[in-house]
């Protein structure tokens, strides 16, 4: 045998070895050290590394934040007006980007291990998706049902939850059929696209399901994707704010013509998400000040906070909560008065210094003072930059019809290509509503030099200066905050927040360097995070290999407990702060269930897709050395080593081994928990919270669960259970 095949056979943490892919740093001089010593140190490394873990997933967070809040200013040919309506549903963004941003770890360590591993499967990748399942599924769920001290809250989105629920279940017995049953040990090509094709299939359904398009009954609209945009739209007429109005999805004790005065100034409000929960939960670990995250109002859609709250109970006649909830629906006074803009969009020379904007007032009592709220909003236009921001109270004062605004205009000397603004109106005082429609302006700033629009042509393709200065100011001050042990307004550090900060200001630092997330729309960000949380599975993988080799424990124990631990923590605080934020289970477990689905659609089906392809085509001399290894391994199935010996091609090779056990395993806990929250659910009237002892109790038996599947997995491994399939 050669001295690279005997290497190769040998323990990660074992003289002559070839280690991994950076650690052991000092190569077989380090494998000499005291076992003790070594044990120490990489158990101390792979707590390190999760914490710059967690750090960079919070930018990759951000970024996904950024790219999913897009907005989509059109004009309808109908009409020739401007509309607004946003670019992402709500639950698509869940199950994709913001499924990915949560399991970005466990994904990208499958994706390193094949593409770095000379297109072999990994021994921690495969094992870490189930372990990091199982906890989410178990450990999380009872962390979040004890969150609730009082009352309880329940899953609003059925459709959904009921869908991921049953996927997260029978995406791990696919792996079955496909590991154990079908083909064993061999994930073939198409068996692989198939596991790859489900991730999109999943996300299809799932939005059919969201919008009830196959239910003649249209009026429940699911709460993650109420955005204001589906608030209702009056038959007769008047603007149609957002794409695919539904009738019903109604504020409690509001009228149509009321939620639709809201509806503008609620877009630029951000729904408050699992990235947005998980994000303010390692606010303590990066120094960062946490983002205010608004409870939602009851049956309202969830990008609506506490500022349209605020809003809300001003625009009701006599304004105050208090009288819907003690009269219930309530209709507008016929003889209010109704404010508007009188032109929805103006164009403005930036040269022009101003720009001016009416607003008019009709009906109602012409005696009476009328106050209305305009604030002004960037699209492609930067305030500061373009024009001066406004958020002033427009007064019309008795008898006065119409007002007018000003908004300054930059005009800077230099070519720009034509930017916008919008204008909302809000908060109309007692005895005035918001107009149906005309309640926001966009105001266009063309270039006021075509001379210098022929002689710019490359300042063009550059793109919008004004945002690019915006951008490099954000990219300091983000230098300036790794440098910060907590924000600079909370005053001194505590002596636990300076220990934090030593321990992470490398990482806080180094990662400094992702680009702002208001770059780009959040893709630069995007990228470069990922490419640092691919960089980081590499240091993990090393370092848990190492831990769990010199402390002998095997790799699938390792990777179902301590990785998958370690890469489930953010996900874990972020839950829970989602339990307590949000007045729904939602977002703490409907995307638990989302996020185990897509762990096994995307983070084993693109990596086993991109293993089954190189094998189709790879070269003769890497299909020898696939002979090679797996002729004669006794860790593969038998049918595998009859299959080389019939001359069979190479394939991408899985040993299930231990695997089939530990999936049948999670999936008997996981319907057993799963019909736990559903009994919670009938017997305390929500998946969350309840009676002390009952709560306490559920938390105890998932935990119990989660032991019970490491036990078995673990006996399994060791060959304390003889078990075959």
């Known amino acids: 045998m050669s001295d690279a095949a005997v290497a190769a056979d040998l323990d990660i943490c074992q003289e002559g070895s070839d280690g991994g892919y950076v650690f052991p740093a000092f190569g077989d001089a380090e494998q000499r050290w005291p076992v003790g010593l070594r044990a120490v140190l990489y158990f ?90 199982a906890f989410n599924l178990l450990v999380i769920s009872a962390v979040v049902v004890v969150a609730i001290t009082e009352g309880t809250k329940k899953v609003e989105v059925m459709q959904v939850y009921g869908l991921t629920a049953t996927v997260s279940v029978l995406s791990y017995l696919w792996l079955l059929v496909i590991l154990v049953w079908s083909s064993p040990d061999i994930i073939t090509l198409s068996e692989a696209l198939v596991t790859f094709a489900f991730f999109w299939i999943l996300l299809a359904v799932a939005y059919v399901l969201d919008r009830n ?97 605020r809003a809300t109970t001003q625009a009701l006649p006599g304004g105050g909560m208090e009288r819907l909830a003690s ?123 075509a001379l210098k629009k022929h002689t710019s042509t490359i300042l063009q393709k550059l793109g919008n200066r004004d945002k690019y200065e915006v951008v490099m100011a954000a990219w300091k001050e983000q230098f300036t905050e790794a440098m910060r042990p907590c924000p600079e307004e909370e005053g001194p550090a505590s002596a636990l927040g300076w220990t934090l900060h030593v321990c992470v200001v ?97 983070g084993l089906g693109l990596p086993w897709t991109i293993g089954a392809i190189y094998w189709a085509v790879a070269p003769d001399s890497a299909k020898a050395e696939w002979k090679v290894k797996y002729a004669n391994n006794p860790n593969v199935h038998e049918s595998l080593r009859q299959y080389i010996a019939d001359g069979g091609d190479a394939v991408f090779v899985v040993p299930a081994g231990d695997l089939g056990l530990s999936v049948v395993v999670f999936c008997c806990c996981a319907v057993t928990c799963l019909l736990g929250l559903a009994m919670r659910r009938s017997l305390y009237g929500g998946e969350l919270g309840g009676p002390k002892g009952p709560r306490m109790g559920s938390a105890g038996f998932f935990v119990m669960l989660w032991g019970l599947y490491v036990l078995i997995s673990a006996l399994k491994t060791t060959g304390q259970i003889d078990f075959e399939m």
């Not at 794409?243 to 639709?260: I, R, Y």
């Not at 949380?533 to 424990?553: K, P």
């Open 44 to 133: 101390v490394g792979t707590i390190w590394c999760f914490l710059g873990v967690a750090i960079v997933a919070d930018l990759f967070m951000g970024a996904i934040e950024e790219i999913t809040s897009k907005i989509i200013i059109y004009t309808e040919k109908a009409t020739g007006k401007q509309k607004v309506r946003r670019f992402w549903n709500p639950t698509v963004a869940n199950l994709s980007l913001m499924a990915l941003g949560s399991s970005a770890p466990e994904i990208m360590l499958n994706v390193v291990e094949v593409c770095l591993g000379d297109f072999y499967a990994g021994d921690l990748g495969a094992p870490t998706i189930v372990g990091s399942a």
């Open 327 to 449: 009269k219930g629906s309530m209709s507008p006074r016929k003889d209010m008065v109704s404010v508007r803009f009188q032109d929805e969009a103006i164009d403005v020379l930036e040269n022009a210094g101003t720009a001016t904007v009416t607003i008019v007032r009709e009906g109602g009592d012409a005696d009476l003072t009328v106050t209305v709220q305009l604030t002004s909003h960037d699209i492609s236009a930067t305030a500061g930059k373009d024009y001066e921001a406004v958020d002033e109270e427009v007064t019309f004062a008795k008898g006065e019809m119409t007002a007018t605004c000003s908004i300054k205009i930059i005009d800077d000397n230099r070519w720009e290509k034509t930017e916008t603004c919008r204008l909302e109106l809000s908060n109309p005082s007692d005895g005035a509503k918001l107009a149906d429609n005309g309640t926001t302006c966009v105001i266009k700033i063309l270039n006021d030099d």
């Open 506 to 602: 490398f990482w806080k630092v180094l990662f400094a360097t992702v680009p702002p997330a208001s770059m780009g729309g959040g893709w630069p960000a995007f990228f470069v995070s990922l490419g640092f949380i691919a960089l980081m599975t590499i240091l993990v993988g090393d370092l848990a290999g190492l831990f769990g080799c010199v402390i002998t424990c095997p790799p699938a124990i390792t990777a179902i407990t301590f990785v998958a631990l370690g890469t489930s923590m953010p996900d874990t605080f972020a839950s829970k702060a989602a339990a307590i934020a949000d007045d729904t289970a939602d977002n703490s477990i409907g995307n638990i269930t989302g996020s185990n689905c897509v762990n096994v659609f995307l």
């Open 213 to 309: 398009c196959f239910k003649a009954d249209t009026t429940k609209v699911s709460p993650m994707s109420k955005t204001v945009g589906n608030l209702p739209v009056d038959s007769k007429g008047g603007e149609d704010i957002a794409a695919a109005p539904q009738p019903g999805s109604q504020l409690e004790g509001m009228t149509a013509d009321q939620q639709k005065a809201l509806a503008i100034q609620a877009l630029e409000l951000l729904p408050t998400t699992k990235g947005g929960h998980q994000r303010n939960a390692m606010a303590w670990l990066t120094g960062k000040k946490a983002r205010p995250l608004y409870k939602k109002m009851k049956t309202f859609s969830d990008s609506v906070g506490q500022a349209i709250a």
